[in-house]
């Protein structure tokens, strides 16, 4: 006979309603190859017809994300973008040194719990479109490590992803499919140097070979969020219109000389592609390059030297 633990390890689905929106639960039930835990919340409006993708929200190391997804900004995202939300919950198996999160490389076993998860909220939320479905990556520090590892892991899955902050990356040299996904990388110029190196080789090796990445070097910041989310919500209203076909069923290549360039040393941006040698980032749209001008000069003068 079962007993109440032996239910409260497998897998949970709890579908609740509140406020013209659905939210369901899902614990994968038990450590997995690469992580200690792993659940997972969803919600979408419920007047929605038709789920057109799916924001990822992954919070710190450890942490418990799955409160983001009553979150009023993420919630407005999704409406605006006929999306849903997903949030994350992610421990690691306990081992010595603690500052690298295992359950970041989504290839080894995180990845595909997040994806079974989806696949049961498809048949609950009946919304069977949610298993397919694209997705925009929002994460900070280990979640953002998580967000970059999966793009490497199933690019053809993401529309666009968050690097935040984060310091260790397993994939230095993503393939081609992953460099032609849009994403946005972030330093806090004030953060510890070996995050900031990890995340600035990981940048400048991949855009050297055309990657369409924007580097957003925040200044007078740490590892705190700080403004990268509207940065980032940003970054991926300036890049849907250009990742979907008009159908809204695919995803579309992004062509590099249809955006613009912004110089990392002095912050000018002009249309185009990158220039051979040219140290510089990708910006989606011309909006979007003013806005990125904004976020990375500082208030004070001066700029981030590696």
């Known amino acids: 006979m079962k007993t109440a633990n032996d239910f409260l390890c497998a897998i949970l689905c709890v579908l609740t309603f509140h406020a013209g929106a659905a939210t369901l639960d899902h614990d994968a039930g038990g450590a997995g190859n690469n992580f200690a835990k792993a659940a997972f919340r969803f919600w979408c409006a419920d007047d929605l017809a038709t789920i057109a993708g799916v ?23 999704a409406r605006d973008h006929k999306f849903a939300l997903l949030a994350c919950y992610f421990t690691d198996k306990p081992h010595d040194n603690r500052f690298i999160e295992d359950y970041a490389l989504a290839g080894n076993g995180s990845g595909q719990a997040l994806l079974d998860a989806l696949a049961d909220f498809a048949k ?42 984060g310091g260790v990356y397993f994939t230095h040299l993503a393939s081609d499919a992953a460099r032609k996904v849009p994403g946005i990388f972030f330093i806090g110029e ?11 080789g990981i940048y400048a090796q991949n855009r050297r070979a055309h990657a369409l990445w924007t580097l957003g070097i925040e200044p007078k910041t740490a590892h705190e969020v700080g403004h990268t989310r509207e940065t980032a919500i940003a970054f991926f209203e300036a890049v849907l219109p250009q990742r979907f076909n008009a159908a809204g069923t695919a995803l579309l ?20 592609k990158m220039e051979k040698d040219e140290w510089s980032t990708w910006l989606p749209t011309e909006n979007f390059a003013r806005a990125w001008v904004h976020f990375v000069v500082p208030p004070t003068g001066g700029q981030f030297a590696p």
């Open 190 to 200: 004030n953060d510890l140097e070996f995050r900031k190196m990890s995340i600035l």
């Open 55 to 77: 924001a990822i929200l992954v919070p710190g190391q450890d942490g418990d994300g799955r409160g983001m997804v009553a979150d009023a900004t993420w919630q407005k995202f």
């Open 253 to 272: 290549d992004i062509k590099e000389d249809a955006g613009w360039v912004g110089n990392l040393k002095t912050f000018e941006i002009r249309r185009g």
């Open 124 to 165: 609950t939320s009946k919304h069977d479109e949610v298993s397919t479905a694209p997705f925009v990556m929002w994460g900070h520090s280990a979640g953002g490590q998580f967000n970059y590892e999966f793009a490497c892991w199933k690019p053809e899955r993401v529309a666009a992803f968050v690097v935040n902050k």
